[in-house]
Every structure is written in C-alpha cells, then in structure tokens.
C-alpha cells in the first residue's frame, strides 16, 4: 500500500519536523438522503468478521491485515475489496446520493469512519500527493495540541503521531488509515472512503473523522495546499505556526 519514506526524505522530513516541533475546512462531501435500515441490510454484507490474531492487534482494522514485518515501518495493506462491503450489483442500482448515504450509515458505530466525494476532487487529491506525499497536522487535545504526521499515497492515507515517527522513523506504526474506492468513480462520479482507526486509545471517532476532513481540505484547496508545496518542496522555509494560524490555533 504505502512503500516506506527513503533515508534522504526521511531525514529532511525529521530534521524540519524537530525543528518546528520544538517551537493546522472540511470539503463538503456528496449531499445525503435519509435511508431506512431494510434498505441498509439489503445492500451491506453484515456478515461476521474473521477473528484476527492477537499478532496483528497494532493494526487491527476490520478488513484489513498486515502483509510485511513492521520493521519495514509504513508496511503494505491489503485493502478489503469494495465487493466484501456491501452488494456491488443493488449498489450499481443506487444514485450517489443514496449510496453515499447507505456507505455513512453502515459505517456508523462501526468503529470506522464514512465519507465520499466527487471524482474530481479525489483526482486532484491524487495529483497533488503525486508529489507531495508528506505534511503535519496539529490535533487539538484538551489544552493544547498533538502534531500528527501524514503521508499520502493515494489511494491510501496515513497518519501516526510525529512524536512516534520522531523515536521510530519509518517503523513508526500509523494511527489512522484511510482508503479511497473508486468503483463508481466513472459511473456516479462518487468516490467512498473508509477510516479506520488503527489504535483507539491514540484518537476517537471525531478526532479521527476531524483529521481526515482537515487532511483532505490541505490537499484540496489551493491556499492551503500552498503550505503542503512548502513542507515538501522548500522544507527550510516552512513555518508551523502557518498551519496553526490556519486553523485558528493558538501558536504555543
């Protein structure tokens, strides 16, 4: 999924990350219809998952598993097909508006987190991490702020703590993985993404959903994404209380 950072990138990423360290909109996804449960059961496999062993507990996301060592760091997922989720030939039947809404309500108290977007806002996503794969993200707790760090490799995003990247480097294990289906991309110009949290003790359900919004909106609008340019590109002129300021955080 995720090939792990090369020595240079690594080291220029770490370098500015200490560096700052020491011294953050969402886009508005496919509108919603409400949808009853029957019509729910229809279409999602509520099928009971596997057990998964004590092994892969780190990474314990429903549907998904651990391919390689962890000592690899950012180690490959095998993402769960879109076709294990939910019914493909009555989804196929479904406007967007309505398969968004069956995707956000399956998912609810699920221990994931649902969202969706138009095609044309994931190939920009895409484009943008094509060359820019890596940024930081501030996550306000109580009365102050946990920097995150974030990689995207589309289809794929992410996110661990910078300080666990900081100790660990590549083996650092993520938080916080999100996966993007593009199925329907061409069909009904609808693209679903699932979150899961890999370490619930690290991030809760709004916690989890304010990053992935907060991430997508870095890479989505063209004054934010200006700062990810920066973090990436001309890494010595970066500025963290740039991101602070944009999320209307107070610089500490």
Request: charged share 35%; proline share 5%.
């Given at each position: 999924m995720m090939h792990h950072l090369s020595s240079s990138v690594s080291k220029r990423i770490l370098s500015s990350a200490m560096a700052f360290y020491r011294n953050g909109s969402s886009f508005s996804m496919v509108s919603r219809q409400a949808y009853r449960s029957s019509t729910l059961q229809q279409i999602v496999d509520k099928s009971p998952r596997n057990a998964i062993p004590s092994d892969f507990l780190k990474w314990r996301l429903l549907g998904f598993i651990r391919t390689s060592k962890f000592a690899s760091g950012f180690s490959p997922l095998k993402q769960k097909p879109l076709d294990s989720i939910i019914?493909?030939?009555?989804?196929?039947?479904?406007s967007a508006e309505e398969l968004a809404d069956i995707w956000d309500d399956y998912h609810l108290g699920r221990g994931h987190i649902a969202a969706s977007m138009k095609s044309k806002l994931y190939k920009l996503l895409e484009q943008r991490a094509s060359s820019c794969r890596y940024f930081v993200i501030p996550l306000w707790k109580g009365g102050g702020y946990t920097t995150m760090f974030v990689q995207v490799q589309a289809p794929h995003i992410l996110i661990t703590g910078l300080e666990d990247y900081k100790a660990r480097g590549t083996?650092?294990?993520?938080?916080?993985t999100v996966s993007y289906y593009t199925e329907f991309a061409e069909s009904?110009?609808?693209?679903?993404v699932r979150g899961d949290i890999v370490f619930t003790s690290k991030l809760t359900d709004s916690e989890a959903k304010?990053?992935?919004d907060t991430v997508q909106s870095f890479y989505l609008n063209d004054v934010r994404y200006k700062l990810v340019e920066r973090f990436n590109r001309e890494t010595s002129e970066f500025e963290f209380k740039d991101v602070l300021q944009t999320l209307e955080m107070p610089i500490m």
């Open positions: 019914d493909m030939e009555r989804a196929k039947e479904k083996q650092a294990a993520p938080y916080f009904k110009d609808l693209v679903l304010w990053l992935l």
